[in-house]
Each structure stands twice: as C-alpha cells, then as structure tokens.
C-alpha cells in the first residue's frame, strides 16, 4: 500500500499499485511511483535498530 498526494488539488489516495503511474481520481493528474509516501503504518513488529536519518 502506498500514498500519493495529487500536487494540483491536493488530495490524497492510496493504492497497492506501488510501481505503476495512477490518476488522481479528482482531476486526473498523473501520480507516478517517484511521488510514493509511505501511509501511516503501525509495524510493532518490523522494530529496526537504524539510526535515524539526518540531514546535516
Ligand atoms: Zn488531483
């Protein structure tokens, strides 16, 4: 599952279709895979011991 913000209406929409390009059901603005969000998921379990990213 994945989201896409439309940046012309601004809506959002999501979609198990991560690698494919999909219109905005709103305006019909083309999302492509390189606008993916990530949605808010709840991975208790997926716990990673990474660092956090930075941006220094
Ligand atoms: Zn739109």
Known sequence: MVKRTC???GKTW??????D???CQNC???LTPDM????????AENQHDG?????L
């Not at 660092?51 to 941006?55: A, E, G, H, R, T």
């Open 14 to 19: 999501f979609s198990c279709a991560e690698q």
């Open 36 to 43: 993916n969000e990530n949605p808010e998921e709840r991975d």
């Open 21 to 23: 390009p999909w219109n």
């Open 7 to 9: 940046p012309l209406c």
């Open 51 to 55: 660092v956090p990213q930075s941006f």
């Open 28 to 30: 019909g603005f083309l």
